[in-house]
């Protein structure tokens, strides 16, 4: 009776694991071997070795995405971060929170592609830099998502203001369910301001921190839908992140070998970079 228990448990869960199986472990292990291939979505598999790994590596397209990729991680590891603490350490001390949590959280609402949609419409030549120019801005009136670089700094900012919400929400969380005791203390000894928060409130964030750390971290590396929206990836592919080289070598340009070890990298990268952050994390908190 207790052997036939123990079965029945494992085939509660057995649909979760095949759809697991199916879907994301066939899937990396298939990406895996096309990558080793030449392999163009039609006809037979060529193995080539690590033919496709060299070829990104040459190519200048692929060099200019790896570092519009650490822009858009170092932005993303800074302004999602401190903004949305900030808002939500005043929003705990406002009497009007539960609209300025809406008010911010209502964009995380909306997908990207309807952000993009949004600030396409509102920069193109007849949205703000139009008005900017009747105002007597000339220099301003111009397309900014077609300025390399420009394009990049705007695509940043929408994605900030997407997404700023979620983490808001999730520091504000961590804040209300903060153990009140050892601020009272502080209090008590003198701790106020800045040196209140900085030694006592921010180490009792930090497992909420280390979350949104890790999150904007990962969101970064694969940002693709707000990119491919108000830019696909240009003018003359200088807007490109890894993610939409990898669609573009796979999709558009049927190259599902290069694509597919564009893919392979990041996912790689993305993995250490977790694995390594979070074990210095607890290694170091063990620690103390």
């Known amino acids: ?4 228990n123990g079965w029945r448990n494992y085939l509660y869960i057995a649909p979760a694991v095949l759809f697991v199986f199916c879907f994301c472990i066939l899937s990396i292990i298939f990406t895996l071997f096309i990558s080793f291939t030449d392999w163009t979505g039609l006809g037979r598999f060529k193995f080539v070795g690590f ?3 060299v070829a990104v590596f040459q190519d200048k397209n692929f060099l ?7 822009v858009w991680v170092a932005a993303g590891l800074i302004i999602p971060v401190v903004f949305p603490l900030l808002f939500a350490i005043a929003i705990t001390k406002s009497s009007f ?3 300025f ?5 209502f964009p995380n609402a909306v997908s990207g592609v309807i952000v993009g949609l949004i600030m396409t419409s509102l920069l193109s030549m007849y949205g703000l830099p139009q008005l900017l120019g009747m105002l007597g801005f000339e220099n301003l009136d111009k397309n900014w998502l077609n300025i390399p670089y420009v394009n990049t700094g705007v695509m940043i900012g929408a994605s900030v203001w997407q997404g700023i ?8 969380i961590g804040l209300v369910n903060m153990p009140t005791e050892p601020i009272e203390a502080a209090k008590m000894e003198g701790a106020s301001g800045i040196g209140l928060y900085t030694k006592i409130i921010l180490p009792l964030l930090k497992p ?4 949104v750390v890790l999150m904007s971290l990962v969101n970064s590396f694969k940002t693709f839908d707000s990119i491919w929206i108000m830019t696909g990836g240009g003018p003359y592919r200088t807007s490109e992140t890894l993610a ?6 796979t999709f558009s340009n049927n190259h599902l070998g290069m694509g597919s070890a564009i893919a392979v990298m990041l996912s790689v990268i993305i993995l250490f970079i977790s694995i390594f952050y979070l074990r210095k994390t607890f290694t170091r908190e063990g620690s103390h």
Do not use: P
Not at 165 to 172: A, D, Q, T, V
Not at 208 to 211: D, E, M, N, P, R
């Open 208 to 211: 909420t921190i280390i979350v």
């Open 64 to 70: 200019l995405s790896c570092i519009n990729t650490l």
């Open 244 to 249: 939409v080289t990898m669609y573009k070598e």
């Open 101 to 105: 949590k809406n008010i911010f959280y």
């Open 97 to 99: 929170s539960t609209l």
């Open 1 to 4: 009776m207790k052997r036939a």
């Open 165 to 172: 919400g979620m983490n808001m929400l999730l520091f504000i």
């Open 51 to 53: 033919s496709n790994y």
